[in-house]
């Protein structure tokens, strides 16, 4: 189809130009946002599953884990960790259990997205059992327990003593693009 004055091709330019952006803000941007994240750490974010297999515990040092737990705006949950800190050892495999309501009136499907900080430290923080590997559908007023299962790395540097481990529930009940970008493969998982 030729366009026929300058008019009609303007608006097929235009017209180009939005579905170019909404491909881009959609399905590009976030796999660009998730590569530059496992490249750099950030957001807690670091490269692909790793099994556990060194079974050595530092007992030489201690580390301090501070738990966070954030709703996004607007969410009506409850969404809290047991406690608020632990001291543990390097190596050491740990099992803390947040808690999580629903005090909406209709059933919701939510996801938990993981953010370390210190962002080195991310790398040195493994999951083997954690709430945030998949969505979880909660029914109206629908309470659980929702453990994680980790360890800290022998290898965290010296220099980091104190670290936070802090997820955010976000509704995916009408986002398969979150979904879909949150979950990411099983087994041990460094965080």
Excluded at 1 to 19: E, R, S
Excluded at 92 to 97: C, D, K, S
Aim: aromatic residues 12%; glycine residues 6%.
């Amino acid at each position: 189809m030729k366009p026929k004055n300058k008019a009609q091709k303007t608006l097929m330019i235009l017209f180009g130009v939005a579905i170019f952006w909404f491909v881009f803000g959609w399905w590009i941007m976030p796999a660009m946002y998730n590569v530059f994240c496992q490249i750099t750490g950030l957001n807690g974010k670091i490269e692909g599953p790793s099994g556990y297999t060194d079974n050595t515990v530092d007992k030489t040092r201690t580390i301090t884990v501070q738990f966070v737990a954030n709703v996004n705006a607007g969410l009506p949950w409850d969404f809290y960790p047991e406690r608020d800190s632990i001291r543990l050892h390097p190596g050491e495999i740990v099992r803390v259990v947040f808690y999580a309501k629903n005090n909406s009136n209709k059933t919701m499907t939510v996801q938990a997205i993981p953010s370390v900080t210190p962002g080195q430290a991310a790398r040195y923080l493994r999951k083997t059992e954690c709430f945030c590997f998949t969505t979880e559908t909660f029914k109206p007023g629908e309470v659980e327990q929702m453990p994680v299962l980790f360890h800290i790395d022998t290898e965290l540097p010296k220099d980091i003593n104190e670290l936070s481990l802090s997820y955010t529930m976000y509704d995916t009940s009408n986002s398969p693009n979150l979904r879909a970008n949150a979950v990411r493969g099983n087994g041990a998982h460094p965080i």
